[in-house]
């Protein structure tokens, strides 16, 4: 089937809408560079649109009523109670709102030849190569013991230094370039250049103090944060490419940035969350931490937190019954929404072209993802693909099926398996992109507002 490339077809009016959406989602991009950067800017929204905290709530929950609920200030689900019992289901919205990055250890300032580095271990799947060389930021949280939380951004800022992790001049690199690409960038050599500037000295000693780079990075965090060395045990700390998003190409139609695999989705999702109204069935997105490596932990997919808060709204609304909770969920419907390898001609041979995600030709749908013979795969029901035709179609939304490249090229999973566990009906839908998992992803405007609506229109139809 040969989707046509929606570009050609927008009127002003939806150009003017497209750009909009696309200013909101590059503003969302450069304050969400974390997690916890995503779920603060999300409880900022929400709560303007009129959701409350869950746990501020007293008197149950009424249909209308906009509900939300944070977890470890890392995940985030909200509610739009609809006019049916939750029991008869929901539809959601899920997407994840970690990316792949560099992470600092627990115990990572040293210094070596008069170079502090801090010391770091990689998040997710990245090509070790592509993070050396370019300038990076600092982001993240150092908790201290009595509970203060210093919030900790260095990068981003007009006037911020940034930071780098560096790399072997090519002049000596006859040995490195030997090297598979895997292996060109070791693991444990991606620690980041941190300081070279000794602390200043008392002309009345008489010894040079030890490690006086270290010390004089020690005297700096102590002024600007208030820590102590002892204090990186209690923090988390993400490295991550330094730099806003940017429009893409001399006709603007893109937009490159970092961590667009999965916050094109998340943010797309959460727009149309907040512009939904008056549903028949409670809509519901969820956005979730630590899909970049196995959706595990208090705040991945495979916790019960999403579970015992439906468990919790299930009460509220004036029963207490496992079997209505355990309805809800099988009764809701579910677009997983991850992104698509976009097709890119410059490495054709990965891509089975009758089967790939194309720039410009909308919301990505693909039935199953996985590696191999599906392995790891949900794959979704063929009479839940002709209800979200459907749907896509009385929204006039543009969209396209897909797979992940060849088959045997590779693979990969997303969240969608795990929900389908509770008997839901799943299906994986995204945006496509280029240079994924890459410092700097790139995405085609078109398919941002094509996501957008398409969300739009599973929330009210389905």
């Known amino acids: 089937m ?43 929204e929400l709560q303007e649109k009129g959701y409350c905290d869950i746990r501020e709530i007293e008197d149950g929950v009424n249909p209308g009523d906009k509900v939300y609920a944070v977890c470890m200030d890392k995940s985030i689900v909200a509610f739009h109670i609809g006019r049916q019992p939750l029991e ?21 300032l040293y210094e070596s030849e008069e170079l502090v580095y801090l010391d770091t271990h990689y998040y997710g799947g990245i090509k070790k190569y592509q993070w050396v060389t370019m300038p990076l930021a600092l982001h993240g949280v150092v908790v201290k013991k009595d509970g203060t939380v210093v919030e900790v951004g260095i990068g981003d800022q007009e006037g911020d230094p940034v930071f780098v992790i560096t790399d072997l001049l090519v002049h000596l690199a006859s040995k490195q370039m030997e090297k598979k690409a895997n292996a060109v960038i070791e693991g444990e050599k991606l620690d980041l250049l941190f300081a070279s500037r000794p602390i200043s000295q008392d002309l009345s000693l008489k010894e040079e103090e030890k490690e006086a780079v270290k010390a004089n990075v020690l005297d700096l965090l102590k002024k600007r944060y208030d820590m102590e060395e002892e204090d990186f045990v209690s923090a988390e700390l993400e490295i991550v490419p330094a730099g806003r998003s940017r429009d893409c190409g001399i006709d603007r139609s893109m937009v490159m940035a970092y961590g667009q ?17 008056n549903t028949e069935r409670t809509a519901c997105c969820i956005l979730v931490d630590k899909e970049e ?60 072209k009758r089967s790939s995600a194309f720039f410009g030709k909308g919301l ?5 993802t996985g590696a191999r013979g599906k392995n790891g795969s949900n794959d979704a029901n063929a009479e839940y693909l002709a209800r979200i035709r459907n749907a896509m179609d009385q929204h006039q939304v543009a969209y396209q099926f897909a797979e992940l490249g060849k088959v045997d090229a590779g693979g990969g999973g997303t969240i969608a398996y795990i929900m389908a566990n509770y008997g839901m009906e799943v299906i994986d839908s995204g945006v496509a992109v280029l240079n994924m998992h890459a410092p700097w992803e790139v995405v085609s405007k078109a398919d941002v507002y094509e996501a957008y609506r398409g969300y739009k229109a599973f929330l009210l139809e389905m």
């Open 88 to 108: 008869k289901g929901m539809n959601i919205l899920g997407a994840h709102i970690d990316s792949p990055r560099i992470d600092v250890k627990q115990n990572p």
């Open 261 to 277: 695999d999965d916050r094109v989705c998340a943010f797309t999702s959460l727009f149309a969350m907040l512009d939904v109204e």
């Open 2 to 44: 040969d989707k046509k490339n929606v570009w050609k077809t927008y009127t002003a009016e939806q150009l003017s809408e497209l750009d909009k959406i696309n200013g909101r989602y590059k503003a969302c991009l450069d304050e969400g560079k974390t997690e916890r950067g995503c779920v603060r800017l999300a409880v900022r």
């Open 293 to 352: 490596i196995g959706s595990v932990g208090a705040t991945g997919m495979h916790s019960r937190f999403f579970e015992n808060i439906v468990a919790e709204l299930i009460a509220m609304s004036g029963s207490e019954s496992e079997l209505k909770v355990r309805r809800c969920l099988q009764n809701s419907r579910m677009l997983s929404s991850d992104v698509s390898a976009a097709y890119d001609p410059m490495f054709a041979e990965a891509f089975e």
């Open 364 to 368: 990505v749908f693909n039935k199953y």
